[in-house]
C-alpha cells in the first residue's frame, strides 16, 4: 500500500525516528508533523498534551496516512491508548520499543531512565519495564533543560555540557545502573554529552531502531508494506521556525531536506 506513514512530535525530536525509519523501511512515504510553536510538551498538563496530539494527528488524518507513529515520549505516554482505541490505523509509540531495547541491554538489571517532566510524571517507562521484567531497579529523572537545549541547535559545546553535567548531578547517586534511557527523542542528538557525563560503562538505549523495527512488523502483519519501486517523496511540516527546523534535520541527516512548510493546526477558541 502506497499510503504514507505519518509521524509526529513535539519538536524536532522525532526525526531521529524518520531517519531511523528511512533505513529500514526504504520504500515508505513519510508524513513528519513536529510541533515546535508549543515546545516543550514535558511541562504541561495532560489535558494540553492531549489536546495538541490530537490537532497534529486530525492535521496527519487529512493526508491518508495508514499508519501513525508517535515519535515523542510525552505524547505517547498521555494518549497511546486512546489514539488505538478511537483510530482505525494502526498506531504506534516510542515506550515500549524502548523498555524492551532497554530490558535486552541491562545486565545488572539497574536501569535509569531520563526524560521531559511529563514523562517522569507519568511513570510510564517504569510500568513498562516493570511489566515485562518485574524485578528490576529503576531510576527515573526529569531533565526539563535538555529539550530547549536541542530546539536551539546547542547540541555540543560548553553551554550544553554545563547543562547536561547540571541536570544529571542526581544520577551519582545511580552509578549501580548500566543501561540509561533516553526516554525523550530530542536527547539522541545530545548522546556524546550524555555520554561524556554518565561515562562509557553506561549504555545509552534511544528507542529509534526499536520502534522502526516495530512499525515495519505491525505493517507487514497488516499487509501495508509498499512494495512498488517508485522513489519516496516525504514531506515534513513544522508549526514553527522553518529556518531553525532547516538547521536541525541538517545536523540529523547530514543533508537538506525537501518539501518543509510551516503549518497552523491550532483549533480557534470560540
Known sequence: MDKPIGVIDSGVGGLTVVHELMRQLPREKLIYLGDTLRCPYGPRTPEEIRGFTWEM??????????????????????????????????VVGVIQPGARAA????????????????TVRSKAYSIALNMI?????????????????????????????????????????FKAMDTLILGCTHYPLLKDVIQEVVGPQVTLI????????????????????????????????????????????????NSSIDNLRSVSIEKAVI
Open 57 to 90: 494527528v486530525e492535521f496527519l488524518l487529512t493526508k491518508d496516512i495508514k499508519m501513525l507513529v508517535i515519535a515523542c515520549n510525552t505524547a505517547t505516554a498521555y494518549t497511546l491508548s486512546e489514539l488505538q482505541e478511537q483510530l482505525t490505523i494502526p
Open 103 to 118: 530490558i535486552k541491554s541491562t545486565i545488572n538489571n539497574h536501569v535509569g531512565i531520563i526524560g521531559t517532566e511529563g
Open 133 to 173: 521484567k518485574p524485578n528490576l531497579n529503576i531510576s527515573a529523572l526529569a531533565c526539563p533543560a535538555f529539550v530547549p537545549l536541542v530546539e536551539q541547535g546547542m547540541l555540543s559545546g560548553n553551554v550544553a555540557m554545563k547543562t547536561v553535567e547540571e541536570s544529571l548531578f542526581a544520577l551519582r547517586d
Open 206 to 253: 534511544s528507542s529509534s531502531e526499536e520502534t522502526a523495527r516495530e512499525t515495519s512488523t505491525i505493517l507487514e502483519v497488516n499487509q501495508l508494506l509498499n512494495e512498488g519501486l517508485a522513489p519516496c517523496y516525504h514531506q515534513f511540516y513544522t508549526t514553527g521556525d522553518v529556518d531553525m527546523f532547516t538547521t536541525l534535520t541538517k545536523r540529523i541527516f
